[in-house]
């Protein structure tokens, strides 16, 4: 049981995400035949060395690269930034996360260590993009619920404003 518990569950053959005191015994009646009461798995596990501790948080998709490359945006972005009274627009796009945000759950783990679970997040995902030209004092911003080739090739609108030929802050063909 030790060895399943550090393991951690398999979704598909467990129907779990992580395992509680009541998921134990029939995933040790299936494989020996046997079912102790859930109040016994957690005194053995806890006889074992296991407590219920908070989980430090992963994404699934973490890059360790990426985040070490992210460190360093402030010096790119200093050495990209115009010289002083030069015409300046910034353009911007991000993804956004809208919904639920839930807590992280405590899971059966050695005592002295912090183990690491992906954080369900179970949400819906926006896309906005935004421009701001500071030499007319004017920003504009769309949002959408996800980003694909008609959507980028709307007509301008009230709604969707877009570059003139009288904005200085950059050249139009």
């Excluded at 920003?139 to 959507?151: E, H, I, M, Q, T």
């Amino acid at each position: 049981m030790p060895l399943w518990v550090e393991a951690g569950p398999d979704p598909v053959r467990d129907g779990v995400v992580r395992w509680r005191r009541q998921d134990l015994p029939a995933r040790r009646a299936a494989a020996f035949g046997v079912e102790p009461h859930e109040r016994s798995v957690g005194t053995q596990l806890a006889a074992r060395g296991f407590r219920r501790l908070s989980v430090h948080p992963q994404h699934p998709k973490s890059d360790p690269q990426a985040q070490a490359a992210f460190k360093n945006v402030p010096q790119a972005v200093a050495a990209a930034k115009p010289e002083r009274d030069k015409p300046l627009e910034i353009w911007f796009q991000k993804e956004a996360g809208v919904g639920h945000q839930a807590t992280l759950p405590r899971i059966w783990a050695r005592r002295g260590t912090r183990p690491r679970t992906p954080r369900d997040t179970r949400s819906q995902w926006a896309d906005l993009f935004g421009a701001v030209c500071p030499a007319r004092g004017t920003a504009a911003g769309l949002v959408l619920p996800f980003v694909n080739k008609g959507g980028d090739e709307r007509p301008s609108g009230p709604d969707r404003p877009h570059r003139g030929p009288r904005c200085p802050c950059a050249p139009h063909p």
